[in-house]
């Protein structure tokens, strides 16, 4: 083989370890749903399931803010993100749960019961 070809293989092989190591770390990223809306309901899930614990690290969460009368908020230690009562639509964040107590809930309805909460172990 020629060095120039080979040079230029081992270059291809080389992108393409890149890309499957970046895809399978992404991939590897657990993934969370938290919802609000339409009616008076809020959740966080994973893999269709209501979140009781989970275990530190990083996650992804698809907020789906279905109601323009609630908006979405999750908080705990070092956490506290929020979508817009007068908007809908989707958001995905990624964020470091560390070990505690997380809440999520309606700003404007909390007193009607629309909160959760879900704790994070080592």
């Not at 293989?9 to 890149?18: C, V």
């Not at 991939?27 to 749903?33: C, E, F």
Request: glycine content about 10%.
């Amino acid at each position: 083989m020629r060095p120039r070809r080979s040079a230029f293989i081992l270059a291809a092989l080389a992108a393409i370890a890149a890309l499957v190591a970046v895809a399978s770390a992404h991939a590897a990223t657990p993934r969370l749903v938290g919802e609000t809306g339409p009616g008076f309901t809020v959740e966080v899930k994973s893999a269709g399931k209501d979140v009781k614990s989970l275990k530190a690290g990083t996650y992804v969460i698809k907020v789906e803010d279905k109601s323009s009368i609630h908006n979405f908020h999750l908080f705990g230690p070092g956490v506290n993100k929020s979508t817009s009562v007068d908007g809908t639509g989707e958001k995905t964040w990624t964020v470091k749960l560390k070990p505690g107590k997380y809440t999520y809930q309606c700003d404007v309805h909390v007193a009607e019961g629309m909160k959760g909460t879900f704790k994070v172990v080592k």
